[in-house]
């Protein structure tokens, strides 16, 4: 038995593997990876992966990049943890400094934690208690796009929509109002997302007349709703959302977690849109991928709500205890500095034009692949039986798991999600590496679903 296997027996006596079912385990077993170099991970054996899902959309610039690893390096000896209640230190003060320079206007006022749904926890609670302290208590439900995904724990689960996660654990959540979300790929408007009015915002117009009254926040993944299969939508829909909300006095939450620093070819996907949130989360990307850390981050308008004498009872009593952890805030300073002295968002935005176009010239033509969209580097390619009537493939096919088998045995991670096959890899890609993912994955498809 070699090392590879040796450790196989070994994870698969202990360990339960996150969002997995673990008898696929029987089948394809957990491959166990020894080290990083930019965009590729190397197992025991020393084969290559190409990770072209950024492992799970955080690495953001690169697997070991050396200015990060310096950055936590020279933190480590100084401060690895201190409690954030009454004591602070100078990381996280830089670090709230440099995010002003970049996160869209009116947002000043940082609450850390140490993952995103734990910060979409922390902004569920934020604009409840804030409504109910300036006046507004029967302002007490959310609202939530179809198809949402804001994390696993309970409210974040609450505030999502996809059954994959979240139907097993109905009796426990909380009742939200759900709004059609947009979808255009199969547009009911016969219209498409370059050049739409967002006809489809008639429904979240439809849901605030009836339930505004008694609603404290919306939540929303701006522009791509990631889980749901790389859902883009267009700018527009956001200008008109933020409109709305402050007709109807409703906080509007922007769950920038994988949309921010760069994902989306600006630095957050609000940007897009020229309108501000009221409450941002943003996570993933924040440290490159390195360390758990996440922040909610807020207006002086909210956390002046919050500000009175504690015996008023007004503070915000939510705390976790890895918030603002040094080491996460040097890994987040060292990726701010790596924005600021190298052309990163410039070179990303080229590669992106580079990555769509070879996706297309490889497989828009096959008779199964019915939608190639893309914002940023972010590319998803929408598979299906049926290129005219746009059909699904039945869940039970699992033909997007299929091509990520065959992807594995290549050295490419293609993880799908459902048949939509995606492209999010770090932002420093080249374009050997994209036409080695590419040539990949134009193979696996036609392994699996036939020439074009």
Not at 53 to 64: P, R, T, Y
Not at 139 to 161: P, Q, R, W
Not at 174 to 197: E, F, L, V, W
């Amino acid at each position: 038995m070699n090392i590879q296997q040796d450790l196989v027996q070994r994870d698969l006596k202990y360990i339960w593997h996150p969002c997995s079912q673990m008898k696929d385990y029987e089948e394809l077993q957990p491959i166990v990876i020894d080290r990083g170099e930019g965009v590729f991970l190397y197992d025991k054996n020393g084969k290559e992966y190409l990770d072209i899902v950024s492992s799970w959309w955080c690495n953001l610039l690169g697997h070991c990049n050396p200015k990060i690893n310096e950055g936590i390096k020279n933190q480590l000896d100084k401060l690895e943890h201190v409690i954030f209640a009454n004591f602070s230190h100078e990381p996280a003060i830089t670090l709230c400094e440099q995010l002003m320079e970049i996160i869209p206007k009116g947002l000043t006022k940082f609450n850390f934690s140490d993952n995103g749904s734990a910060s979409v926890e922390c902004a569920l609670k934020m604009a409840f208690q804030y409504q109910y302290q300036t006046g507004h208590p029967e302002k007490k439900k959310f609202m939530c796009f179809s198809d949402a995904y804001h994390g696993e724990t309970i409210g974040a689960l609450s505030v999502g929509c996809l059954d994959l996660y979240a139907k097993i654990y109905q009796p426990m959540l909380m009742s939200t109002i759900h709004i059609q979300a947009p979808d255009c790929y199969r547009c009911p408007y016969g219209k498409c997302r370059d050049c739409c009015n967002a006809e489809c915002f008639e429904y979240a117009e439809k849901a605030f007349e009836q339930y505004a009254e008694e609603t404290c926040a919306m939540i929303v993944e701006p522009l791509l709703q990631g889980s749901a299969g790389m859902r883009i939508y267009p700018p527009i829909y956001l200008k008109k959302l933020r409109e709305l909300c402050d007709k109807y006095n409703v906080l509007l939450i922007a769950d920038e977690i994988a949309t921010g620093f760069g994902r989306t070819g600006k630095m957050f996907a609000f940007s897009h849109a020229d309108v501000n949130p009221d409450i941002m989360c943003i996570s993933k990307g924040l440290t490159g991928g390195y360390m758990p850390m996440a922040i909610t981050i807020t207006t002086d308008e909210i956390y002046n709500a919050f500000y009175a004498d504690y015996n008023e009872g007004k503070a915000f009593m939510h705390s976790h205890t890895y918030s603002g952890n040094p080491l996460g805030c040097s890994a987040a300073l060292a990726v701010q500095k790596i924005f600021r002295e190298e052309p990163i968002l410039e070179n990303a935005s080229k590669r992106a034009v580079y990555l769509n176009k070879k996706l297309n010239d490889a497989l828009v033509g096959h008779k199964n692949v019915g939608e190639i969209r893309h914002i940023g580097l972010i590319n998803a390619i929408e598979l299906t039986p049926d290129k005219k009537a746009k059909a699904e493939y039945p869940s039970e096919q699992r033909i997007g798991y299929q091509i990520y088998k065959k992807a594995l045995e290549k050295g490419l991670i293609l993880r799908p999600l459902g048949n939509v096959l995606y492209f999010n890899p770090p932002l420093i890609i080249n374009e050997q590496e994209i036409d080695k993912a590419v040539s990949v994955c134009r193979e696996c498809v036609i392994e699996v679903l036939g020439g074009d």
